[in-house]
């Protein structure tokens, strides 16, 4: 089993059609079907159903692919993890801040940030009191960015973060948000198979939201309502955080494969 047969079939399954799927992963479509023949007789079960009209995935078949949707993320996770060691101040950066924190909170960022990250492109925006904080930069960012707008924060705010990493203290995102909130803010974190891939894609993808207060999730369905992102609430907010850094081990095991 390799990650090139896992790409292939997950390509098959949201193509629907063989030749739009070996188009997709720039291969020969023998060269793909035989590559995917060859997981099936592998794994001893049929993966596909095939007819001369559409391709549908077996009952077996669509767990085997969720899976390897599961597994080409954390994969792509670990590259990305990777190349934030190489440079992590190279991406661009946006920052948003209420109207009120603004003219406070911008003059003493951005020379810093200019100073640290002469490199990275800075985009920012003022806006009316936010409701939501999404936090979508890597984890060992998070205290530094939650000291500084800790005290800006309204009671009802809710900080939420999509870093699936650990910071250098080994920490997952849910635990800074409690080493540094505590019980005074409100919190929670947003993980889901490929979400940036299946969006990109212009495909609905579906994310689990885990939040200290259980109430909070009509706020998090309201905002993402109308997009391509299906958010389901889930209530263990420190399994979630966990699962997501274990399934990076599970990804180096196909990894070691291909």
């Not at 800790?150 to 705010?157: D, E, I, R, T, V």
């Not at 689990?208 to 609430?233: N, P, W, Y």
């Not at 955080?241 to 599970?250: A, Q």
């Amino acid at each position: 089993m390799t990650l090139n047969e896992l790409r292939y079939i997950v390509a098959v399954a949201q193509e629907g059609n063989f030749r739009r799927a070996a188009a997709r992963v720039f291969v020969s479509q023998p060269a793909l079907s035989l590559a995917i023949q060859k997981l099936e007789g592998e794994l001893g079960v049929q993966i596909f159903e095939r007819s001369r009209t559409a391709v549908n995935a077996t009952t077996i078949g669509a767990l085997i692919i969720e899976q390897a949707q599961r597994a080409l993320e954390e994969v792509a996770q670990i590259k990305e993890i990777a190349s934030q060691g190489k440079d992590q101040l190279a991406g661009s950066l946006k920052v948003g801040a209420i109207y009120t924190v603004g003219p406070y909170l911008l003059p003493q960022l951005i020379p810093i940030l200019k100073q640290k990250a002469p490199n990275m492109p800075l985009e920012m925006e003022e806006n009316l009191t936010a409701n939501v904080i999404l936090f979508c930069l890597p984890v060992n960012a998070h205290v530094e960015a939650l000291t500084r707008i800790a005290p800006f924060l309204q009671q009802h705010s809710i900080c939420l973060s999509i870093a699936k990493g650990l910071d250098e203290a080994g920490k997952t995102a849910a635990q800074v948000f409690n080493a540094v909130l505590a019980d005074r803010h409100r919190y929670g974190v947003i993980y889901g198979p490929m979400i940036s891939e299946e969006i990109r894609l212009g495909r609905y993808a579906f994310a689990d939201v885990a939040l200290t207060h259980a109430d909070d999730f009509e706020r998090i369905h309201q905002l993402f309502m109308g997009s391509k992102l299906i958010c389901r609430q889930v209530s263990d907010i420190t399994g979630s955080s966990w699962s997501v850094i274990l399934k990076n081990v599970y990804a180096i095991m196909f990894g070691v494969a291909d």
